[in-house]
């Protein structure tokens, strides 16, 4: 099924874990400055819905601004408008086309305002594809232009840069999960490409983790950019004693006469969040892909607890 702006609502649902959620990313590599901005609404135990938010910037491939909050109030008939946690603030201008996105750090010192637009329909993560039946979510994601003004201890800087959009919703079994990897790789206004990879609990290596991915191309030099669902992918990490992401390789294949797209990646800056029960890897990458470099981000959430 194709997503419409009918999607864009946020979602709710008594099951037991259930969160819905928006999160921004982009990457200037010139201006050497990298961030992720998310806003998630959920039910609470009580059955109120809360807010929760959690942004980085990075800039000269330090960490240099860290909020996260969850569990808040939240006006679940305001929409995504409406909520407001760990300084991020997210409105929309179009239905699948335009967003405006704020964060303001602890110190109001660092932060970014920034304007997200759609360059390419929405790739999507089907609720049938593997990697959303192993892990409980659904989605889909965005390959934008981000253009407006990043602030480091109190200077703004102009930023100008490709990033994404992604919308994600539904209730994931962290008893049956290791881990779960999202990746994207920005390259051109028409190439990129977002990809999800969830480890089974009970799962012993890399190659035993449920892929799904699309690629943000033009079929042809008359077509206009197309998300293309990929249906098979190879992903390959290379970690830390830590576990952390250091480097990667990643394969698309689109048919079984197709020759294959390779990406290869390292890691340009990075930092770890605790998150409960939870912990987050947080990182950016430098990718080249078909003759062309970009940047993108690669996170890995996983259990600790």
Do not use: N
Not at 80 to 104: H, I, N, Q
Not at 209 to 230: K, M, N, R
């Amino acid at each position: 099924m194709s997503v419409t702006q009918a999607d864009e609502q946020p979602r709710s649902s008594s099951e037991p874990g259930f969160s819905d959620a928006i999160t921004y990313a982009f990457g200037d590599l010139d201006a050497q400055l990298f961030g992720i901005a998310r806003v998630g609404l959920s039910s609470g135990e009580d059955g109120t819905t809360q807010a929760s938010g959690l942004a980085v910037l990075f800039g000269g491939f330090e960490p240099i601004a860290v909020r996260a909050a969850g569990g808040l109030p939240a006006d679940a008939a305001g929409g995504w408008d409406a909520v407001d946690a760990a300084g991020v603030r997210s409105v929309e201008r179009a239905p699948l086309t335009s967003w405006d996105v704020t964060f303001t750090g602890d110190d109001g010192q660092d932060g970014f305002a920034l304007r997200f637009e759609a360059l390419t329909p929405a790739g999507e993560l089907a609720a049938d594809a593997a990697a959303a039946v192993a892990g409980g979510m659904e989605g889909y994601e965005q390959l934008c232009r981000v253009t407006g003004l990043a602030t480091v201890g109190g200077e703004q800087r102009a930023i100008d840069c490709l990033g994404q959009r992604g919308h994600s919703w539904g209730a994931p079994d962290w008893e049956r999960i290791a881990l779960a990897r999202t990746v994207t790789a920005w390259m051109e206004d028409d190439l990129a490409l977002s990809l999800t990879a969830i480890r089974p609990a009970k799962a012993g290596s890399h190659a035993e983790e449920a892929l799904g991915a699309s690629l943000f191309a033009a079929p042809s030099e008359e077509d206009a950019v197309a998300a293309i669902t990929v249906p098979e992918v190879r992903l390959s990490t290379t970690t830390d004693a830590d576990g952390r992401q250091r480097r990667a390789s990643i394969e698309l294949f689109l048919d079984e006469d197709d020759p294959g797209r390779r990406a290869a990646g390292q890691v340009l800056c990075g930092t770890s969040l605790e998150l409960g029960r939870l912990r987050l890897d947080c990182a950016f990458f430098a990718w080249r892909m078909d003759g062309h470099t970009g940047v993108g981000r690669y996170d890995v959430l996983r259990r600790v607890r």
